[in-house]
């Protein structure tokens, strides 16, 4: 799997290669079949296949005080992609000069002319081009223009309703990480690297690996039932606490997962801790005392929860 700048030459063994072309944040089960599609295609007429993405989202570009709301870092959209079947990704810099490009410019000079592509695969709704002037009709004239093939992917429906990226950002903010993973196919997970807190949690016995949220959207605050992926592979069970910690000040926002039964310093190395289940909103404890018991009975529900 290798990661290509999507305003460079493409190497030569990736050239005339099947693109998905979407922004993938999240890698929901429609964008599975966008890229699916491609895979199938492409090892079905022997070339290379390519998942092209944008970063930063283009919302981001055009509102940059909009707040956090991305599922998916690169890093982690490249591990999604080389394990369904991708050859390569491809990073497209959403910044003004890519937003200045027509569509058919976009088309001519990116994917025929840089990435020499022999066919791309989109989902139904993609757009494309500065003001969104290109669409599913638009990419079809412009292949038959420009000699490359092209298909559309509708979108996919669970229980009547299209799976996307807005559907798994509400059911997160509304404390449903369950309802997240149906849609994902996985658990929604944040990645980070483990930095020093206060020290409080080790000394009352509850040790946490506290990471910071950066630009992952914000899900609701509260106590989850969590699993982490630690740089070695392995998978260790915990409870965590995500928002701004009110029985402390200054308040301050973080994810502190408490992995059970885990020995080891994870200062500085990248963590991966997937949200399992909601237990309940963040509180404030008037005693250390009250914390503490609450906390007991915290991970005694995370235990329950993660063991089934």
């Not at 009110?246 to 190395?269: A, I, M, T, V």
């Amino acid at each position: 799997m290798e990661r290509l700048d999507g305003g460079s030459a493409i190497p030569p063994h990736l050239a005339g290669g099947i693109v998905a072309l979407g922004n993938f944040d999240g890698f929901h089960l429609g964008h599975q079949a966008v890229i699916a599609r491609a895979v199938d295609q492409a090892r079905a007429e022997g070339r290379p296949a390519l998942v092209a993405t944008f970063d930063p989202h283009p919302v981001r570009h055009f509102h940059p005080d909009t707040a956090p709301f991305r599922l998916t870092t690169l890093d982690q959209r490249e591990r999604l992609f080389a394990e369904a079947g991708a050859d390569g990704m491809i990073v497209f810099r959403f910044d003004g000069e890519l937003a200045a490009l027509e569509a058919e410019e976009f088309i001519r000079e990116r994917l025929v002319g840089l990435l020499k592509i022999g066919g791309v695969v989109t989902g139904e709704d993609f757009t494309f081009g500065h003001n969104k002037s290109g669409n599913a009709v638009a990419m079809a004239a412009f292949g038959a223009r420009y000699g490359f093939t092209d298909a559309t992917v509708g979108a996919v429906l669970l229980d009547g309703a299209p799976v996307s990226s807005s559907r798994i950002r509400d059911a997160l903010r509304e404390g449903n990480p369950r309802e997240a993973a149906r849609l994902l196919t996985r658990p929604w997970a944040i990645e980070g690297t483990v930095q020093h807190g206060d020290k409080l949690g080790r000394e009352i016995g509850f040790p946490t690996a506290n990471i910071d949220m950066g630009n992952y959207l914000r899900p609701a605050y509260g106590i989850y039932a969590v699993r982490g992926r630690l740089p070695d592979g392995r998978l260790v069970s915990g409870a965590a606490n995500l928002g701004i910690r009110p029985s402390f000040n200054p308040p301050k926002e973080l994810l502190e997962p408490h992995f059970f039964d885990f020995r080891g310093d994870l200062y500085g190395q990248r963590i991966e801790v997937e949200l399992i289940d909601y237990l309940r909103p963040e509180a404030k404890f008037d005693t250390l005392e009250a914390l503490v018991a609450q906390m007991n009975a915290d991970c005694d529900r995370a235990r329950a929860i993660l063991a089934a």
